[in-house]
Every structure is written in C-alpha cells, then in structure tokens.
C-alpha cells in the first residue's frame, strides 16, 4: 500500500515538474522554429476516445501515436474494437455502449485520476447510449477544469452517406458540440449539424457559423468536395481563433487513391498544433495539413493496398509530423455581407 501512494505522489510531482519544465523550455528557446516537440517534457495527457483496430490505422491507431511523438501522454478508450477497418471484408470485433465505458470511467473516477487530463478528444462513438456516456462526461470534465481543451471529431459518415443512426445528430450538435474546443466535422457532418447544404465556400462558411453559434468555439471543416474542385481538398475554419464574419481558406491539392484513418489524424495533429499556437489557426492549419499531405504522399509511394483502401504509412513518416514542411498557406477571407 505505501508503495502505491508512493508511486502516486511521485506520479504527481513529475507531473508538476513536466508542466514547469516546459514554461522554462518556452521562455527560453521554445519559440524557435525547427525544434522537435518531441525532445520537451509532456505537454498534458489526452484521453482519447475512438475506435480501434487491430491491424491498420485508424480512430485510435491512427491518432495514439502521432500525439505521442510530439509530446503528449495519450490514455486510449476503444469505443470499438475490429480486426481491421470496415474497408475489408470481414472486421469482426466489439462494441462497447454506454454501461462498459461508464465501468472504465469509475475506476478513473474512484482513483482521482479525471483531474489529470488536460484534453479531452472524441471520434467515432458506435452506440448511442456510449455517445450519451461520452455527453456526460465532457459536462462533469469541464466542471471540474474549467480550461481542459475539448476536441470533437463528429465522426458520423462521409459522401453524404450516414454510417451511425439519424438520432446521431441532435446528440452530437446539443450535448457534444456546444462544449468543444474545436470541432472537426467534414462536409457531410457539417451539413448535417447546421442543417445546411454546402455548395461553395460562402455557405460553408455558413454551415460553419451556425454550428460555432450554438457554442463550439471554433471549427474547422476539414474535406470540402465542391463543384468544379475535383483537384483540390479545400478546408475552412471559423470561430473566437478567426473573428467573427471572417474564414481561414486553406487548399491543398486532392491526391489520387483512399486512404485510412485521414481523419483521425487530422484531428490529432489539430490538437497538438493548437494547443502550441492557440492565437495563430492558420499557422495550426499550415502544419496540420502539410503534415497530412507529407504522410499521404509517402503512403502513395510505398503502401499497400489491400481492399481498395491503403493505410497510412505513419510510422515512417514521423518526420514529417515533428517537421511540417509547409507548402501551401491559408488566407483569411472576410465572408460575404460582413463588410
């Protein structure tokens, strides 16, 4: 027993000397470009939780370890636990609804150990009674720490094809979304949470706002599939990091094939570099996309596909997450009727 509490208080104090660490890593040369966040002391811990497969990358798999190498502890819970992705033809595996997630959060619950993440991040749910779950919790993490950063991925379908129920999206736009951070929806999601067909750049500015005034603080459209832009991959960002009337318009060019676990990706990356440059989002998208386009272009180059799907070729792109070679920039559009 004493060895338990031992263990504890030192857990706690290296938590402490981590957090002080780093305000003297940034007070010294931390601002300086070209330095690994990697070689830092942990930034915060991440609960993360997402699907999960065992082979592959994707949910978890996909963002665990990116996170990771630059600076976070990550604590995965699995919403869903597959062989493989769906892309395959079989992916046997497991559920968890809303009574298995409660009984792993009253472990961390009975051992005070809820107080110790900084950031709370959320992808694909699975069952509506562990999406519930999840509602609750955000409302109990940010009441006991007011300033945990909460990034949402409303994981619910793409090509305007649901794969989660309908009832999804009231619980994902009224109990999830108003306490994020950030949110992550792509085109389909963000019509769906703003019930508002996205044609152009200006109604997905739209869809973006309705979203961000029912209390999400920022979000970021993360693939716009728009008329006569087969070529590019557009991304917008709206809310408190931009400025009210105003968007952040980033394009990057479409690669050909599919790719896995893009998205849970991007939504880790966007954790990590916001919490770096919480005043500069388009810095944030820069490097998160730029990192995004290094790890798809090697996967490109020396993947295998297997199902018509390639997964992503993370590990040998750790370089390319630690050092985003920023190619291609956003720029700040003032939205039409906010002049």
């Given amino acids: 027993m004493r060895k338990c509490v031992a263990a504890a208080t030192a857990g706690v104090v290296a938590g402490v000397l981590g957090r002080e660490l780093y305000k003297l890593w940034k007070r010294s040369n931390g601002s300086k470009r070209g330095i690994s966040l990697s070689k830092i002391a942990s930034k915060g811990r991440v609960l993360s939780i997402s699907s999960s497969v065992v082979y592959g990358y994707v949910g978890n798999k996909s963002s665990t370890f990116p996170m990771q190498l630059l600076g976070f502890d990550v604590d995965p819970i699995n919403s869903v636990q597959l062989s493989n992705h769906t892309g395959y033809k079989y992916f046997p595996g497991q559920k968890l609804d809303g009574k298995h997630l409660d009984e792993l959060l009253s472990g961390l619950r009975k051992n005070d150990l809820i107080s110790m ?3 709370l991040m959320v992808g694909y749910l699975g069952t509506k009674s562990f999406v519930e779950q999840v509602a609750n919790l955000v409302v109990e993490m940010k009441k006991g720490s007011p300033d945990m950063t909460f990034i949402c991925d409303p994981v ?14 009231p ?65 917008i960002a709206v809310g408190d990091s931009v400025g009210e009337g105003k968007y952040l318009h980033l394009e990057v060019p479409r690669q050909p ?11 880790a990356l966007l954790l990590v570099w916001y919490h770096e440059h919480p005043n500069d989002l388009k810095l944030v998208l820069e ?31 750790r370089k390319d997450l630690e050092f985003p070679n920023v190619i291609h920039r956003a720029k700040l559009v003032t939205a039409k009727g906010s002049d």
């Fill in 117 to 119: 993440y900084t950031h």
């Fill in 257 to 267: 094939g599919k790719y896995s676990g893009c998205g849970d990706l991007t939504t």
């Fill in 156 to 169: 619910m379908g793409d090509d305007r094809k649901m794969y989660v129920p309908r009832d999804f999206i």
């Fill in 287 to 317: 490097k998160v996309f730029a990192s995004l386009q290094s790890v798809i272009r090697r996967t490109r180059k020396q993947g295998v596909s297997m199902c018509g799907w390639t997964e992503l070729e993370i590990i040998p792109s």
């Fill in 171 to 235: 619980l994902y736009r009224d109990k999830l979304m108003p306490h994020a951070t950030l949110a992550t929806p792509n085109h389909s999601e963000a019509e769906w949470l703003s019930e508002r067909r996205i044609k152009d750049l200006q109604t997905a500015y739209e869809a973006a706002a309705a979203i961000v005034a029912k209390g999400t603080k920022n979000v970021v459209i993360t693939s716009l599939h728009l008329p006569e832009r087969d070529d590019f991959v557009d991304v």
